[in-house]
């Protein structure tokens, strides 16, 4: 069995090129193609992407990319004909003029939302849904795959919940926890306890996770809920996740908190998410870049040209 990538781009060329070859390294003849969404970095960023060069170091995958017809950054957006059950009229106008506010646009294209080119692309069951910030050290995909399969209604498998975010776990909650069968409340996977906790905070998180495309296509036509949004005050999946759960649908974490980094490493360079853009200085990013830059010359012997 093979699966299609799923990873958005935004002005980290050399980062993504590295997570790539690393992936390459490890899952070469699991994958088929890769598709690389790009949120209006500019055409500087994606030159090197495009080239020969990169189809060489990637072989014999297929390399897919696509520029965003509007930036669609790391809020919420909303898409013309999707209003999700959750939202009153209310506040799907409140979030379109906030979005008309940030972005100079009320509404998204539906092939805009992150992940959901892909999603709506591939022609496999499972799409496998990254960062670009991620160093692979063994086959991940092979687990997840033999992983997914066993499930009766898969949505989702990955690195299960975003504890740090959770009062839950001052219980002793964890995702081991999670996935031994106990839940921490009856209303799980809601997990606020009191105005102002975080509800949302669990989730299998999509920065290195195994998505059934069936499902993302039944909880869109279903809840009007796009898998790669911000919905509900969540982050990326997060209310997606809530929902695919109480749908009765199922998910996994087959790597063990302890030995997750013995597969990989999400923000190697020891920052990740949208602080690696939003919280550092320009001088920062620039060294990020060219580490990347460096260990793909010493590791894979791939000379960075601009």
Known sequence: MKVDVAVQNFKKPELLLYTLATLHAQCRDL?????????????????VLRSDRVKELLFPWNIAIRVNTQRNGWWSNIVSGYRP?????????KRYLLSLWRSGHGTSQREDIRYQWALDSTDKKYLFVIHDDVEFHDNILALYILTIESLKKPAIVGDLGQCWRCTYQQDGCSSDIIMSGKRPSPIWPDTQRNPGDTQWACR???????????ATHEILESQKLFFGNMDNNGDSTAYW????????????????????????????????????????????????????????????EFEWES
């Open 31 to 47: 994958i088929d193609t890769v598709y690389i969404n790009d949120d209006l970095s500019g055409e500087e960023f994606l030159t």
């Open 204 to 214: 299998v998180n999509e920065w290195c996770s195994l998505v059934s495309v069936e």
């Open 85 to 93: 059950q959750y939202l009153t009229p209310f506040h799907y106008v």
């Open 241 to 300: 996740f809530y929902c695919a759960v109480n749908a009765g649908y199922e998910f996994s974490e087959p790597i063990p908190t302890a030995k997750r980094t013995s597969y990989y490493i999400h923000g190697w360079t020891g920052k990740s998410g949208h602080h690696a853009w939003t919280g550092q200085s320009q001088d920062e990013r620039m060294s990020d870049r060219e580490e990347a830059k460096a260990r793909l010359k010493e590791m894979f």
